[in-house]
C-alpha cells in the first residue's frame, strides 16, 4: 500500500537558517504530492502541493520538487523565521480512480525556530 | 464564518457518556471527512462523505457513527469511549472532480476520555 516517511524530529533551528525536511513516498503510479502544516492549536493547512513528476511548488518561501526517480519530495526554506515554527506534514494522494481524500500522511516533524 | 468550523474545541467525557462532535462547511464543496490525530502517530481518515452518502469507513469501531445531512454538515457521534479514543479529530472537506483536489482542514476538536 502506499506510505509516506518523513524525516524523525524535532527539528530546532535558529531563525534565518536553511531548512530541509525530508519526505520519501511508497506509491504505485504518479501520486499527487502535498506539504501540510500545522501550527499550535490548530489544524492542518496546505502549503503547498505538485501533481506530477518535476513540478515545484512553493509557498510563503517554501519550495519542494516532486522527484520521480528518488520517491522523494523534500521540502525547503533559504531562511527561517520564529513563526515558521509548526508540525510539518508530508502527504500523498494515489493517482487515478475514485480515491476521494483519501491522503495517507507521514508522521509529522516538528519544527522550532528560536531567535 | 469562512472555510470549516468544528465544534467544540475541547471536549471531556467520561466512557458512558454520549456526544456529538460538530463540522460545518462554508466553501460548497462537495465531500466531506473525519480524520483522527492521535501523539506520534500518522493521521487516520476514519469517514469520507461524497454527496452525502458514505464512501468509506476504515474499519473504525461502532463507537463512533457519523452522520451527514447535508453537504455542509458533518457530525461524529460518540458513544461509550475508550481512553485510547482521545485524540484530536480533524475535519475536512474537498471540492471533488479530477486532479489534486485539496482537502481544506477543521482546527479540530480535543477529546479527552476519562
Known amino acids: 500500500g502506499d506510505s509516506v516517511t518523513q524525516m524523525e524530529g524535532p527539528v530546532t533551528l535558529s531563525e534565518e537558517a536553511f531548512l530541509t525536511i525530508n519526505c520519501t513516498y511508497t506509491?504505485?503510479?504518479?501520486?499527487?504530492l502535498f506539504w501540510y502544516v500545522q501550527y499550535p492549536g490548530e489544524g492542518l493547512q496546505l502549503l503547498l502541493k505538485a501533481t506530477k513528476a518535476d513540478d515545484k511548488g512553493s509557498n510563503k518561501g517554501f519550495e519542494a520538487t516532486y522527484r520521480k526517480e528518488t520517491t522523494s519530495f523534500h521540502l525547503e526554506k533559504g531562511s527561517v523565521q520564529v513563526s515558521d515554527s509548526a508540525v510539518y506534514f508530508c502527504a500523498l494522494r494515489s493517482a487515478g480512480g475514485t480515491s476521494y481524500g483519501k491522503l495517507t500522511f507521514g508522521q509529522g516533524t516538528i519544527l522550532t525556530v528560536h531567535p | 464564518e469562512t472555510g470549516v468550523t468544528q465544534t467544540p474545541r475541547h471536549l471531556v467525557m467520561g466512557m458512558t457518556n454520549k456526544k456529538s462532535l460538530k463540522c460545518e462547511q462554508h466553501l460548497g464543496h462537495n465531500a466531506m471527512y473525519w480524520y483522527k490525530q492521535s501523539a506520534k502517530k500518522p493521521l487516520e481518515l476514519m469517514f469520507v462523505?461524497?454527496?452525502?452518502?458514505?464512501?468509506e469507513n476504515n474499519s473504525v469501531p461502532s463507537r463512533f457513527s457519523p452522520e451527514c445531512p447535508n453537504s455542509s454538515h458533518l457530525f461524529l457521534h460518540l458513544h461509550t469511549l475508550q481512553p485510547e479514543d482521545s485524540a484530536l479529530y480533524l475535519c475536512?472537506?474537498?471540492?471533488?472532480?479530477?486532479?489534486?483536489?485539496?482537502?481544506?482542514f477543521g482546527a479540530g476538536s480535543r477529546l479527552t476520555v476519562l
Open positions: 462523505y461524497s454527496l452525502e452518502e458514505r464512501v
Open positions: 506509491a504505485t503510479g504518479y501520486p499527487s
Open positions: 475536512a472537506s474537498s471540492q471533488e472532480s479530477s486532479g489534486a483536489n485539496v482537502l481544506t
